[in-house]
């Protein structure tokens, strides 16, 4: 039976792949076509959606047109909350010992962010830039986490369909949550500028993927080590 499993993912990953590959271009689409719509609830004014390049072979994809001001032309309040979030970070290391490093970690990133755009005060960056390095992430992301899932879901459940439904599940999941984060860290660029850039791409970007895979890996190994344990309990009740 686990080499069941193992054949049925390893087949699983491959086709989700070859279809990832084969449909690039309309899949990365989609992927703006979600976030327009999600840009549009949050009423960021995107003027426009320029096609960009991905890959050789994968594009065009298409980016925002979204104003990303420069440092200078940041407002005052952007640059208070930036105080503002350094302060609450000293506060959150020294009472939870738990995410002190963590937090030391994104004050060092805020303060290195100031410094250099403080530096380099007219340095903008591009929305579609932006977009093409996200869609690049991704896409990458896309296509090694069916290979990833099998190990994770596929293997260790006891029932082979439930495997392969998570990762199909996820897949889906993986898709829908970056366009929701790709348009959150636009949506804040706007307002703020790159002050926000480097904590935002580490705790939203590869490692946002991350934990989403670990978290719904927690819940289906809760599920399952529930019912595996349901059976020995009712099997040890007979002796």
């Known amino acids: 039976m686990s080499s069941l499993r193992l054949w049925a993912g390893v087949a699983l990953a491959a086709l989700i792949t070859a279809l990832s590959v084969t449909y690039a271009v309309p899949i990365m689409e989609a992927h703006s076509r979600v976030a327009a719509e999600l840009m549009g609830w949050a009423g960021l004014p995107?003027?426009?959606?320029?096609?960009?390049?991905?890959?050789?072979?994968?594009?065009?994809?298409?980016?925002?047109?979204?104003?990303?001001?420069?440092?200078r032309e940041v407002s005052q309040g952007a640059r208070l909350l930036l105080i503002l979030s350094i302060v609450g970070?000293?506060?959150?290391?020294?009472?939870?010992?738990l995410v002190r490093n963590l937090a030391n970690f994104l004050i060092v990133m805020l303060v290195a962010s100031a410094v250099a755009n403080a530096v380099f005060d007219n340095f903008r960056l591009l929305s579609t830039t932006f977009g093409q390095?996200?869609?690049?992430?991704?896409?990458?992301?896309?296509?090694?986490?069916?290979?990833?899932?099998?190990?994770?879901?596929?293997?260790?459940?006891?029932?082979?369909?439930?495997?392969?439904?998570?990762?199909?599940?996820?897949?889906?999941?993986?898709?829908?949550?970056?366009?929701?984060?790709?348009?959150?860290?636009?949506?804040?660029?706007?307002?703020?500028?790159?002050?926000?850039?480097?904590?935002?791409w580490f705790l939203l970007g590869t490692l946002s993927d991350l934990l989403f895979v670990l978290?719904?890996?927690?819940l289906a190994i809760h599920r399952s080590s529930g019912e595996l344990w349901g059976v020995r309990d009712s099997w040890q009740s007979h002796y």
Do not use: K, N
């Not at 978290?215 to 927690?218: A, K, N, P, Q, R």
């Open 46 to 71: 995107v003027t426009d959606w320029q096609p960009i390049g991905v890959f050789p072979g994968l594009e065009p994809a298409s980016g925002p047109v979204l104003a990303i001001p420069a440092f």
């Open 89 to 97: 970070l000293l506060i959150v290391a020294q009472r939870f010992s």
């Open 133 to 200: 390095i996200w869609l690049r992430q991704e896409m990458l992301v896309w296509l090694l986490l069916p290979w990833v899932m099998i190990l994770l879901f596929v293997i260790p459940q006891p029932s082979l369909a439930r495997g392969l439904s998570w990762v199909i599940f996820l897949q889906a999941y993986g898709f829908c949550f970056s366009a929701l984060r790709m348009v959150f860290v636009l949506g804040v660029l706007h307002h703020t500028g790159l002050i926000f850039m480097p904590p935002l």
């Open 215 to 218: 978290f719904f890996y927690s």
